[in-house]
């Protein structure tokens, strides 16, 4: 399993890394792959709800590169709106309409909202001066503050989090994230960031990053609790599913973006 979860790293992240550094069409093919994956699988986990797979799968892909084109996301309200009639339709003209709005409120949820918070990390990118900065500057410092959440939860943990959606996770743990993290984004700004970032947006960043981005992580613990399942997939050998890898910035993504967008 060590050796799967090595080989598998060595191949995506100089992938990943790949497309942050060109970014445009290549950051935005790579995000949209992150999309529809997570989309698919999120729709595995609540198969008991008997959503419409293949109609939220077509239309958060379509939904996705719409927001790219259109470049403005305000323009999402469009798109619900679009997304709700379609769904409506299929139950309206159907033949069943018990647990009709329980369909429909799933298959929105995959179809509309997890594009749409992905797509805030190509927005982010596309930051004139910065973008490509900045998404590494996220990535790092989800990878710390989870490696250090993990590693002081095991070693120091005693008060449950969460423990109706993720009995494993400690408020230590979730501490020791969150002030990793912060020190993480603060290292990053002095390393290769000052010239993007100050001081102070760097531990506002640090801090909405860390917070935020364990909270994703519950959420998405929250929907495979309902789902009764443990992986969100397989198909990224010795590392579960996209939902699993990704699940930190549904949240975290937009967080940032707006923070970026509203305080600077």
């Known amino acids: 399993m060590l050796a799967t979860r090595i080989f598998t790293a060595l ?34 986990i609540l198969q008991k709800y008997n959503p419409h797979k293949i109609i939220s799968i077509i239309m958060s892909v379509l939904f996705f590169i719409f927001l790219y084109i259109s470049q403005y996301n305000d323009k999402a309200v469009i798109a619900a709106a679009v997304i709700l009639f379609v769904l409506f339709a ?16 799933v298959s929105f949820l995959g179809a509309f909202f997890l594009p749409l918070a992905l797509m805030h990390m190509v927005y982010i990118r596309e930051i004139p001066g910065g973008g490509m900065k900045l998404i590494f500057f996220i990535f790092i410092t989800v990878w710390i503050l989870d490696t250090a959440a993990y590693a002081f939860g095991r070693m120091l943990g005693k008060h449950k989090l969460a423990p109706n959606v993720s009995p494993k996770k400690t408020v230590e743990g979730a501490v020791a994230g969150t002030v990793f993290g912060i020190l993480t984004a603060v290292l990053c700004r002095y390393i290769f960031m000052a010239d993007v970032l100050s001081l102070k947006e760097a531990i506002i960043l640090g801090i909405i990053i860390s917070m ?3 909270f994703s992580d519950l959420a998405e613990s929250l929907i495979k609790r309902d789902g009764q399942i443990k992986d969100s997939g397989t198909i990224i050998p010795g590392h579960g599913g996209f939902l699993d890898r990704f699940d930190s910035y549904i949240f975290a993504a937009p967080a940032v973006y707006y923070y970026l967008y509203f305080f600077r």
Do not use: H, W
Not at 14 to 42: D, K, N, R, T
């Open 11 to 44: 191949i995506g992240i100089p992938v990943i890394f790949a497309c942050i550094y060109f970014g445009g069409i290549p950051f935005f093919i790579i995000m949209a792959i992150v999309s529809f994956f997570c989309v698919l699988e999120y729709m595995a």
């Open 90 to 105: 299929v139950e309206v003209f159907g033949k069943n309409t018990d647990m009709c709005a329980v369909r429909i409120s």
């Open 212 to 214: 935020v981005g364990q």
